[in-house]
């Protein structure tokens, strides 16, 4: 059993990790664990062709958290003295209504996680304030030479470093280094004393060379550029029930809205979930297969272990239409006597452990996406998304267009205006007719907020069709 | 110096607190040494305490304090933030150090610097922010569960519950710059929510609502019973939703979904959309908006606001600005920067999150109420939809374009008739301000932006 390295970086020794779990998990309680953190962010902004805005942000602290039944005592320190997780871990306990004492833990096995999905060393990732400069400098050339209608050009580039260890009550001490990076970029279209606005940015677990790698980051810029300048041409988008189809890729935050989130065990134990009684029930139309999987190497939503210290896995939550599984954490697992999935996730030290989605995606059907364009008569073809959002008890979601265009008698027309589509979760995916063999997972811009917490997150979707969805234009 | 921080270390007493302005003040002295022209440090601390009780009884108590640092350095016209929560000394010299070398690699803006001395924030003003009740653990969980047991009590159709919530937190905020200025205030907030949900008896199906209150003062908080009730009566009136067709009617929403109509003018006066050229109201300084009946303030003065501060985030004096008066554009909500970019004096709405540079945020914003009650504008729509749900991110700030997911009430002859549900609502904000026909009696504060009942003329709704 060697040493976690990661011991070394917070200044501690294994006989007081071990010392203060064994203080938490005194008789009452089921399970305690300490997640030790420290993260390091940066940021470079250019607005007005000038890269003016530098920040950088470093946080650490450690969380303790002890669980008794289906009650959660949950304590964070920016500190890590003897003291302080002392009295962390005499906060936690309180829950589970003990007389302190300690208890012997087992001696944890030290591990690192058997996943190597980011292989970045820090030099890799820690990148030169100059190069980013001259990243986002040649961005703003880039969407300018696009189109001179582009007035305005905002980019950023953010860093994240993030070390990790857990500490847990059934013996195990593990420790992950989890690097991650997103470009964004906006642009302002003028024309006629019109404004319109295009946005495109991806990232991932990925070190600086990914945004080169044929120079992608100067496609962003366009893809930015050239949303913008379509949507000057906008007209006002349908309003009411029609067939939609999506594209591949970003569009799949239909998913992550739609079941994703009512599929999180959490909800279906506390029988709050739309879904809460559907397992093994229809909830889909036969060409649908949806998975979660956070083991795609690189992806902003991958992880070598989630924040429980257990591995993240590849889980099917609906297969062929039946919805097959929840997506678990360990406290949700062990209530409901399920499979532990790996999903147990939080924003940081100050936050306690949810069950979150990784990558959420459709598997590849069949379908030609062009035959499934062509057979739509009249109805909305949606290519990219802003945000979306879901009542996870009344299942009904949302998810807002940014590039969307008419199909008129099987061809994709004028561009609309962005629109908000409105449905109801355990229905929705009973109404997609055809899936297309095209999968594309998103760029790796997505962010999922949930009981004020965020976690990156990943989306993908092949090309499909919606039968019927409500659209939320202008135009009657 | 260094005893001071070795002091900053032992995180408790009063002894340690007071240690924060010498703390800014040593850092500011340490950015000159570095090539600093110019600098400000913004440090928070606050302790939090959260329970929340699930079915009666407690799913999840949290407690923790934290302490935060954010530096931010001009050399020149250049400049960088950084924060930490790390405060020892070495860590401390090292951000000094990399915040000055992170400031020279960027480029100069001309506009960038510190508000002028002379304008800085100077008189000590008591908004009466601060509240010393401290409940103990027994105390928080037992307002936590009567929340929870009132809404559960109320129907038997409600069933379940995502839970009752009482959180206590407090803090203090100190702000030192380069020109001298030093000011701290305190502050705290009591807030107690509840979630039930209600399951039709007939289909099954289960609708969720919530209600919340939240005050600076504990002993001005609704009481829990008050809170669960309305809660339970928010949630079971859901029960039957359905869709209806598509078509264009009147709206009303209510004060909640009002207040998201502020906060979306509230967005778009802001200075950083304005001079990027991202909000739709740029360039109608002075202009008609709304109807003459339409006055919109931020006030961050009123006494013991959610909203108020006696400084903004770069030390200004904060103030009652008229936003919107007889339906004109009369001010946008400015800090330093966004003002001299558009060539105006800040509005001390400089807001800040430690370790970012400024930006712009309301303090207490709020339309100002007119004279009908709620039922009264309700009675004056023949047909039309009563919005008490909003969904999504609909919305388009540099067109003002607007389609938001929807529940609410039809209204049919003046009455709620039935709940709907799985609608979107769709038109521009430009309209939708210039279309307010009606505004109601009924303002409450329960954060930093507030309306009272809104009625606008006419919106597209989507449906069947």
């Known amino acids: ?96 209504n003990s007389p302190s004492g300690t208890e012997t833990i087992p001696v944890p096995v030290c591990r690192r996680p058997t996943r190597d999905l980011y292989p970045i060393e820090r030099a890799q990732a820690e990148v030169a304030t100059a190069d980013r400069v001259s990243l986002l400098n040649a961005i703003d050339a880039e969407a300018r030479r696009y189109d001179s209608r582009i007035k305005n050009v905002m980019a950023s580039f953010n860093t994240e470093y993030k070390v990790v260890m857990v500490a847990t009550s059934d013996g195990t001490l593990i420790g992950d280094v989890q690097p991650l990076s997103r470009l964004q970029v906006t642009c302002i279209a003028e024309e006629n004393g019109q404004r319109q606005v295009g946005s495109f940015g991806g990232g991932g677990r990925v070190g600086f060379v990914f945004y080169h790698e044929g120079d992608r980051y100067l496609r962003f810029a366009r893809e930015a550029a050239r949303e913008a300048i379509l ?69 902003r939503g991958s992880l070598n272990m989630d924040d429980e210290g257990t591995a993240t896995g590849r889980t099917i939550l609906i297969e062929q239409g039946i919805l097959r ?51 739509v008569d009249r109805g909305l073809y949606a290519v990219s998304f802003g ?74 979707l092949p090309t499909i069709r919606i039968d019927e969805i409500t659209v939320g234009g202008t135009q009657s | 110096m260094s005893a001071d921080l070795e002091r900053t270390r032992s995180w408790s007493g009063s002894e340690e607190r007071r240690s924060f302005a010498d703390l800014a003040s040593d ?41 935060h640092l954010g530096l931010r350095v001009f050399v020149g016209k250049r400049s960088a933030s950084t924060s930490t929560s790390d405060f020892t000394t070495d860590s401390l010299s090292q951000l000094v150090t990399e915040t000055c070398a992170l400031a020279k690699a960027v480029v100069e803006d001309q506009v960038s610097g510190l508000p002028a001395a002379d304008q800085m924030a100077e008189e000590r003003l008591d908004l009466d922010l601060y509240d010393s009740t401290r409940l103990n653990t027994e105390q928080q969980i037992e307002l936590a569960k009567r929340v929870e047991a009132a809404a559960m009590s109320m129907d038997d159709r409600v069933t379940n519950s995502e839970g009752g919530d009482f959180d206590s937190s407090s803090g203090r905020v100190v702000l030192g710059n380069s020109h001298g200025f030093l000011g701290e205030y305190q502050s705290s907030s009591f807030s ?35 809170v669960g009730l309305e809660a339970a009566r928010r949630t079971v009136r859901k029960l039957g939703a359905k869709k209806v067709a598509t078509q264009r009617v009147p709206v009303v929403f209510d004060a909640e979904t009002a207040g998201s109509l502020m906060g979306n003018l509230c967005s778009a006066v802001s200075g950083y959309a304005l001079y990027k050229g991202a909000s739709f109201l740029a360039g109608q300084l002075g202009k008609s908006l709304a109807p003459e009946y339409v006055t919109v303030y931020d006030d961050g003065r009123v006494v013991g606001g959610l909203g108020s501060r006696p400084f903004d985030g770069e030390g200004l004096p904060t103030r009652k600005t008229t936003v919107v008066e007889g339906g004109v554009l009369k001010s946008y909500l400015l800090d ?63 067109t003002g374009d607007y389609s938001r997911g929807a529940a609410g009430f039809w209204i049919e002859g003046g009455e709620l008739a039935y709940p709907v549900e799985e609608i979107t609502i769709a038109g521009n904000l430009k309209d939708m301000f210039a279309g307010i026909e009606m505004i109601g009696n009924d303002l409450k504060f329960r954060g930093r932006i507030a309306s009272p009942t809104v009625k606008i003329a006419e919106m597209m709704v989507a449906g069947n």
């Open chain 2, 336 to 398: 330093t920067y966004s003002g001299r970019k558009l060539g105006l004096a800040s509005t001390g709405n400089a807001s800040r999150s430690v370790g970012e540079n400024p930006s712009v945020g309301p303090t207490n914003f709020f339309l100002a109420p007119g004279a009908k009650t709620a039922q009264d504008i309700i009675k004056t729509v023949k047909e039309g939809l009563y919005v008490t749900d909003l969904i999504g991110f609909g919305i388009n700030m540099v």
């Open chain 2, 192 to 226: 107690m929510s509840v979630s039930p949900i209600a399951t039709d008896p007939e289909t099954g199906a289960m609708q969720r609502d919530y209600w919340y209150d939240v005050q600076r003062k504990f002993a001005k908080l609704d009481s829990p019973e008050a």
């Open chain 1, 325 to 375: 599984g929840y997506i678990t954490d360990k406290l949700n697992a062990r209530l409901m006597d399920i499979p532990l999935t790996g999903n147990g996730r939080r924003e940081s030290y100050q936050s306690v452990v949810l069950p979150r989605m990784t990558n959420t995606f459709m598997l590849a059907g069949t379908s030609d996406p062009e035959e499934i364009i062509r057979s």
């Open chain 1, 1 to 96: 059993m060697g040493e976690l390295v990661q011991l070394t970086s917070f200044g501690l020794t294994e006989g007081e990790v071990l010392g203060a779990l064994g203080r938490v998990k005194v008789r009452n309680v089921d399970y305690a664990d300490f997640y030790f953190e420290s993260c390091v962010s940066e940021s470079v902004s250019m607005e007005e062709s000038l890269v003016k805005r530098a920040t950088k942000s470093v946080s650490q602290g450690v969380g303790v958290r002890a669980t008794a039944g289906e009650k959660t005592g949950f304590a964070y320190s920016d500190e890590l003295t003897k003291k302080d997780l002392e009295l962390a871990a005499d906060t936690a306990r309180y829950i589970a």
């Open chain 1, 387 to 460: 945000g979306g959002q879901v009542d996870i008890t009344n299942g009904k979601f949302v998810f807002s267009a940014s590039e969307a265009y008419l199909i008129e008698g099987g061809k994709v027309t004028r561009p609309v205006k962005g629109a908000t589509l409105i449905g109801s979760g355990p229905e929705i995916l009973t109404k997609v007719s055809m899936v297309g063999h095209d999968l594309k997972l998103d760029e790796g811009i997505g962010t999922c907020g949930k009981e004020g917490q965020s976690v990156p997150v990943g989306v993908g």
């Open chain 2, 27 to 67: 850092l500011l002295a340490k950015a000159k040494r570095s090539g600093a022209t110019e600098a400000d440090v913004l440090i928070a601390d606050g302790e939090t305490f959260s329970v929340q009780v699930r079915l009666g009884t407690v799913d999840r108590l949290t407690k923790a304090r934290e302490k």
């Open chain 1, 231 to 299: 949507n000057l041409s906008a007209v006002e988008a349908p309003a009411g029930a029609m067939p939609v189809v999506l594209g591949g890729g970003w569009p799949g935050i239909l998913l992550h809205e739609a079941i994703g989130h009512g599929l999180e065990a959490d909800f279906n134990r506390k029988k709050t979930s739309a879904f809460s009684n559907l397992l093994g029930k229809r909830v889909a139309s036969d060409v649908c297969t949806i998975v979660d999987d956070g083991t795609i190497p690189g992806r």
